[in-house]
């Protein structure tokens, strides 16, 4: 299990600004992949979600709840396939895929640094990606939409989620 996230990791002004300014750039590059990437990129906490089938605000608005609902609003959330370049300037300690395809789309990154990939880990179980990484796959969240057993499925992995919550200590 992950240790819990900070609101913003320890960073300069200059190092937050040259963050957001290639995250930024690197989602430009990449618009057509599926809907703008939201968030706080520097957040620690990185979910790479399989761009929506067809309704894109309706499941960007049921991935927003969602993190609310857990207290994550300040997550960053980009859209699958995730490119090399975006991970590396994100250093998240958490990578979260939001759906098998997602998952398997950062095992093709061939990571180097990797120590498990996504696509043998068991949703909603917590696995070492890389020495500093934590990686979480939870099962997809389009069929979770309109589906009561997706939505629990969906649900079930997704509570996992809380651990990191900023005000868990209760």
Request: proline share 10%; charged share 25%.
């Amino acid at each position: 299990m992950p240790k819990k996230a900070a609101t913003a990791p320890p960073s300069t002004r200059e190092y937050a600004a040259k963050t957001s300014h290639e995250v930024s750039r690197l989602a430009q590059r990449r618009r057509h992949a599926g809907p703008e990437p939201f968030g706080d990129p520097l957040s620690g906490v990185v979910l790479v979600a399989e761009p929506p089938a067809v309704e894109a605000g309706r499941t960007v608005d049921a991935l927003r709840r969602s993190l609310a609902a857990v207290k994550l609003d300040l997550a960053y959330v980009t859209w699958a396939p995730p490119s090399l370049e975006e991970i590396l300037a994100l250093e998240p300690t958490v990578l979260v895929a939001v759906g098998p395809a997602a998952g398997r789309s950062i095992d093709t990154l061939h990571y180097p640094l990797a120590k498990t990939v996504f696509s043998e880990s068991p949703e909603g179980s917590w696995f070492v990606w890389t020495e500093g990484t934590a990686g979480l796959k939870l099962p997809a969240l389009d069929p979770a939409l309109d589906d009561a057993d997706a939505k629990r499925r969906f649900w079930r992995a997704f509570l996992v989620l809380r651990v990191l919550s900023p005000d868990r200590g209760h």
